[in-house]
């Protein structure tokens, strides 16, 4: 029951989200190329955009509150089952004009596929069911979506380590929060997710193979969390839904598609398709600022093809609909619209220099090669497809493009996960060449057995016109036997999902001492947190815990950037300590045990704090009396 409500709950945002998608796509001229499950796909990825513009209208407002989320889920939710009977006319519609068409059957090798791929998308039906754990979602994601959920309104909150920072997919889960629990967020997280791997399997079907696609789509779904409340998974998805529409903007020029037509001459109909990738992006770039790398190539890929002013015009009002509220507000207030990434450039503001220097350095620790799985990207130049498709090479150069500025900048896989979807989709392909030439070459190999001289001698007289034949059954065959390595990776992946879905399902916390258990196994300090939560009677400043902040009092301060750094507090004498804090209006402070040594040598500690509560490794101090300014 405890899954079943969160899926009819998911069910219902996801109906609602596509009745609002769908009624601005039946607005517009169809794409070139008709999908219905990518067209569906679609409309759901716009529909959460539109909910996330007016989530943040309502907050801009104040007016951000539980009737209004439920008043505007419910309009989407009519708005679906006024247009689902034409929908569904239009579909059968669709069918009837393409009954004289061949059907291209299954293969065997396809349908063992998609079932790998079903075995591998388990635990991303089960992840989102578990309690919040992830550190960055208790550090501000969730911390800044329950405060706009309890306020109703946009605020700058400075006990968060990122107060300026562009918040669109936050707005879904303080709404969650107003209707639901905080494993609602969850859910949202992971529909970003699948709503992407369906694109990558129907991309990968309309431009390669139903094998492609399935191989794309297993990576993408092995690399995607689904576990969590971070926002990754949305960007990746805005900027896939905007690659999508570009290509169909694309598709919709007069000419060969993939190939420039005559400037000015290619909307036709197709102009505004750049008006929902403008739209896409934005979306993307008021959720994270790392979405903006995106620009020069999109803006590129753009220009060569269309340079009238109305088209850009439209571009850049959509682009800037969803995202301008951040940007704007941060700089009007801080001097620096990127806060505080921008502050080397525009100043600093909360951040020091000193700040500024530990969160590139953090970075850089986290630096690694991302997952091997897309690896294979670099051998997809070597497929027929980029000789064959535009698609396929517009793909490997976003691709390209992505891999070159991530090294460049950050190198931390994280920072790479909007270009996941893309990357998964070309790697496939890179896979299938890779395994196609190890099946080839094994092939060959075991073909070439010793023969006598009068064998020799009699092949030679057929050897040149069965060369060409020969060749290409081998490659036929290679290529079978490629596709069954495939399989076979995708079985090994399916095995691996299979393995952590047990994992997820013993984090699934359907009872209140179940999720306490899970919680106190996971999230350092919670313990000392919760108890805070029902007993604190002021502030309260944390020391090293935040990653509990999320399940302690509401606000709560204290980190290792920003205004409330540790360092501005931690130099102090105890009485110092003790006087700053009380005359700044704190009355504990909580912090693990591995710290409180730092603090307790102290000679003067224990006249101004005392341990009020400890439990876990962790305690609360009570600031005494005798600290009183």
């Given at each position: 029951m405890f899954a079943a409500a969160h899926y009819a709950a998911l069910a219902v945002f996801v109906f609602s989200c596509w009745g609002f998608g769908r009624a601005l796509l039946g607005r517009l001229a169809p794409p070139?190329?008709?999908?219905?499950?990518?067209?569906?796909?679609?409309?759901?990825?716009?529909?959460v955009g539109f909910f996330i513009c007016a989530f943040q209208a309502l907050a801009i407002f104040g007016a951000f509150k539980t009737a209004a989320t439920v008043?505007?889920?419910?309009?989407?939710?009519?708005?679906?089952?006024?247009?689902?009977?034409?929908?569904?006319?239009?579909?059968?519609?669709?069918?009837?004009?393409?009954?004289?068409?061949?059907?291209?059957?299954?293969?065997?090798?396809?349908?063992v596929a998609m079932i790998a791929l079903a075995l591998v998308a388990l635990p991303a039906l089960v992840a989102p069911l578990a309690p919040p754990i992830a550190f960055d979602e208790l550090m501000y994601h969730l911390p800044y979506a329950r405060q706009v959920a309890q306020q109703g309104s946009l605020g700058i909150h400075e006990w968060l380590r990122y107060p300026w920072?562009?918040?669109?997919?936050n707005l879904l889960y303080a709404a969650a929060l107003q209707v639901g629990d905080d494993v609602l967020p969850h859910f949202l997280n992971a529909l970003a997710g699948a709503l992407s791997v369906v694109m990558v399997y129907r991309l990968g079907v309309l431009h390669a193979s139903r094998l492609t696609g399935c191989i794309g789509a297993a990576i993408w779904l092995g690399l995607g969390d689904y576990s969590n409340a971070l926002i990754d998974m949305g960007v990746a998805l805005f900027v896939l839904s905007a690659c999508v529409a570009l290509w169909w903007w694309r598709e919709s020029e007069p000419g060969e598609p993939g190939k420039a037509g005559k400037v000015g001459k290619g909307i036709h109909g197709g102009m505004h398709w750049l008006g929902v990738a403008g739209f896409c992006l934005g979306l993307a770039a008021g959720s994270k600022y790392q979405a903006l790398i995106f620009l020069p190539l999109v803006t590129l890929f753009v220009i060569r093809h269309e340079r009238r002013v109305k088209a850009w015009a439209l571009v850049f009002a959509c682009f800037l609909l969803p995202c301008i509220y951040w940007y704007a507000r941060n700089a009007i207030m801080t001097g620096d619209p990127f806060n505080p990434i921008g502050a080397r450039v525009f100043g600093f503001t909360e951040w020091t220099p000193a700040d500024y220097v530990q969160q590139v350095a953090d970075v850089r620790v986290h630096a690694e090669l991302p997952n091997a799985l897309i690896w294979a990207v670099f051998f997809a130049p070597f497929s027929v497809l980029w000789k064959r498709s535009a698609a396929v090479r517009a793909a490997g150069w976003f691709c390209l493009y992505s891999v070159v500025v991530?090294?460049?900048?950050?190198?931390?896989?994280?920072?790479?996960?909007?270009?996941?979807?893309?990357l998964a989709a070309i790697a496939a392909i890179g896979w299938q060449v890779l395994f196609g030439w190890a099946a080839a070459g094994v092939r060959r190999m075991s073909g070439n057995k010793p023969a006598s001289d009068a064998a020799t001698s009699a092949a030679s007289a057929t050897a040149t016109v069965a060369t060409g034949a020969m060749s290409r059954d081998t490659a036929r065959s290679g290529a079978r036997a490629g596709d069954w390595v495939l399989v076979l990776l995708l079985a090994v992946l399916a095995a691996v999902a299979v393995r952590q879905t047990a994992v997820k399902v013993a984090m699934v916390s359907t009872t209140p001492e179940a999720r306490e258990a899970v919680l106190r196994q996971h999230v350092p300090g919670y313990a000392v947190m919760d108890y805070l939560r029902h007993n604190a009677t002021g502030r309260v400043y944390q020391i090293a815990l935040n990653e509990a902040i999320y399940y302690?009092?509401?606000p709560i301060w204290g980190d290792t950037l920003g205004p409330w750094r540790y360092t501005d507090f931690g130099a102090l004498s105890g009485g110092d300590l003790a006087r700053k804090l009380g005359g700044l209006g704190f009355t504990a402070i909580v912090l693990p045990n591995a710290v409180v040594p730092v603090f307790s040598a102290r000679v003067d500690f224990d006249r101004y704090f005392a341990v009020q509560y400890e439990k876990d490794g962790s305690r609360v101090y009570r600031i005494l009396p005798a600290a009183a300014p």
């Amino acid at each position: 029951m405890f899954a079943a409500a969160h899926y009819a709950a998911l069910a219902v945002f996801v109906f609602s989200c596509w009745g609002f998608g769908r009624a601005l796509l039946g607005r517009l001229a169809p794409p070139p190329r008709r999908d219905a499950a990518l067209e569906a796909a679609m409309a759901v990825s716009l529909g959460v955009g539109f909910f996330i513009c007016a989530f943040q209208a309502l907050a801009i407002f104040g007016a951000f509150k539980t009737a209004a989320t439920v008043t505007v889920v419910v309009a989407g939710f009519v708005a679906a089952a006024v247009q689902l009977p034409s929908w569904l006319r239009e579909r059968r519609e669709l069918r009837a004009m393409r009954a004289n068409e061949v059907a291209v059957p299954w293969r065997y090798v396809e349908r063992v596929a998609m079932i790998a791929l079903a075995l591998v998308a388990l635990p991303a039906l089960v992840a989102p069911l578990a309690p919040p754990i992830a550190f960055d979602e208790l550090m501000y994601h969730l911390p800044y979506a329950r405060q706009v959920a309890q306020q109703g309104s946009l605020g700058i909150h400075e006990w968060l380590r990122y107060p300026w920072f562009p918040y669109n997919y936050n707005l879904l889960y303080a709404a969650a929060l107003q209707v639901g629990d905080d494993v609602l967020p969850h859910f949202l997280n992971a529909l970003a997710g699948a709503l992407s791997v369906v694109m990558v399997y129907r991309l990968g079907v309309l431009h390669a193979s139903r094998l492609t696609g399935c191989i794309g789509a297993a990576i993408w779904l092995g690399l995607g969390d689904y576990s969590n409340a971070l926002i990754d998974m949305g960007v990746a998805l805005f900027v896939l839904s905007a690659c999508v529409a570009l290509w169909w903007w694309r598709e919709s020029e007069p000419g060969e598609p993939g190939k420039a037509g005559k400037v000015g001459k290619g909307i036709h109909g197709g102009m505004h398709w750049l008006g929902v990738a403008g739209f896409c992006l934005g979306l993307a770039a008021g959720s994270k600022y790392q979405a903006l790398i995106f620009l020069p190539l999109v803006t590129l890929f753009v220009i060569r093809h269309e340079r009238r002013v109305k088209a850009w015009a439209l571009v850049f009002a959509c682009f800037l609909l969803p995202c301008i509220y951040w940007y704007a507000r941060n700089a009007i207030m801080t001097g620096d619209p990127f806060n505080p990434i921008g502050a080397r450039v525009f100043g600093f503001t909360e951040w020091t220099p000193a700040d500024y220097v530990q969160q590139v350095a953090d970075v850089r620790v986290h630096a690694e090669l991302p997952n091997a799985l897309i690896w294979a990207v670099f051998f997809a130049p070597f497929s027929v497809l980029w000789k064959r498709s535009a698609a396929v090479r517009a793909a490997g150069w976003f691709c390209l493009y992505s891999v070159v500025v991530w090294v460049v900048t950050s190198r931390y896989p994280r920072y790479l996960t909007a270009s996941f979807p893309l990357l998964a989709a070309i790697a496939a392909i890179g896979w299938q060449v890779l395994f196609g030439w190890a099946a080839a070459g094994v092939r060959r190999m075991s073909g070439n057995k010793p023969a006598s001289d009068a064998a020799t001698s009699a092949a030679s007289a057929t050897a040149t016109v069965a060369t060409g034949a020969m060749s290409r059954d081998t490659a036929r065959s290679g290529a079978r036997a490629g596709d069954w390595v495939l399989v076979l990776l995708l079985a090994v992946l399916a095995a691996v999902a299979v393995r952590q879905t047990a994992v997820k399902v013993a984090m699934v916390s359907t009872t209140p001492e179940a999720r306490e258990a899970v919680l106190r196994q996971h999230v350092p300090g919670y313990a000392v947190m919760d108890y805070l939560r029902h007993n604190a009677t002021g502030r309260v400043y944390q020391i090293a815990l935040n990653e509990a902040i999320y399940y302690g009092p509401n606000p709560i301060w204290g980190d290792t950037l920003g205004p409330w750094r540790y360092t501005d507090f931690g130099a102090l004498s105890g009485g110092d300590l003790a006087r700053k804090l009380g005359g700044l209006g704190f009355t504990a402070i909580v912090l693990p045990n591995a710290v409180v040594p730092v603090f307790s040598a102290r000679v003067d500690f224990d006249r101004y704090f005392a341990v009020q509560y400890e439990k876990d490794g962790s305690r609360v101090y009570r600031i005494l009396p005798a600290a009183a300014p």
